[in-house]
């Protein structure tokens, strides 16, 4: 990868300079929430015994509330922050306070919650990092260190979104760190001066 293509704004790039992306969603993980809901609504069929909804369609309805919040994931940078975003819960990080880049994977870390990673900002604990916030629809991705919590976010292509967020973050601190598999061309990227676009 050549250095002028290295420092270029990814495709996910608006006309204003704001990079977004929704969250991959795998399939199984789709197909086991459609299961889960379709066994959910049959067994939660009112009967003529009660008018009242049943536990079951209240379930129903959590789950599917869960569903959205899921499929609602998002990520976003501007000139200033990243936003990771779902349906009920977010966090924002100041591209100024970004001091490390790195793949990371929820399994490797060991990662545990009191709610998993469905509390507000999905806050987890790992015995490899302590305590980060995980707004993630996968268990790889990429762990954001920055402020005093890191950020772990599962974007569709890790590379392109670790070179897009280096070579913002790198506008306000040159001294950003990248972890193993970081691509090459996000030790480079933000070279230009002043904050990113």
Excluded: C, K
């Excluded at 009920?88 to 880049?101: K, M, P, Q, T």
């Excluded at 292509?157 to 970081?182: C, H, I, K």
């Amino acid at each position: 990868m050549s250095a002028s293509h290295s420092t270029a704004p990814s495709s996910n790039t608006d006309p204003e300079g704001r990079w977004s992306s929704h969250a991959p969603l795998p399939v199984e993980v789709i197909v086991l929430y459609a299961i889960i809901i379709v066994v959910l609504v049959i067994l939660g069929r009112p009967t003529s015994v009660s008018a009242l909804p049943s536990p079951v369609l209240v379930l129903d309805l959590i789950v599917i509330l869960f569903f959205l919040r899921y499929a609602s994931t998002t990520y976003s940078m501007d000139s200033e922050r990243l936003r990771a975003r779902r349906l009920f819960g977010s966090r924002a990080v100041l591209l100024e306070d970004v001091r490390r880049i790195e793949y990371a994977n929820l399994r490797d870390l060991s990662a545990t919650g009191f709610f998993g990673g469905w509390g507000w900002r999905g806050r987890m604990w790992s015995p490899v990092v302590g305590s980060f916030d995980s707004i993630h629809t996968r268990s790889s991705g990429v762990m954001v260190y920055a402020g005093d919590v890191p950020l772990f976010v599962s974007p569709r292509d890790p590379p392109a979104f670790a070179l897009e967020l280096s070579r913002r973050a790198r506008s306000y601190f040159p001294g950003v760190e990248l972890g193993p598999g970081v691509p090459e061309g996000a030790r480079s990227a933000g070279d230009s001066s002043g904050p990113a676009q």
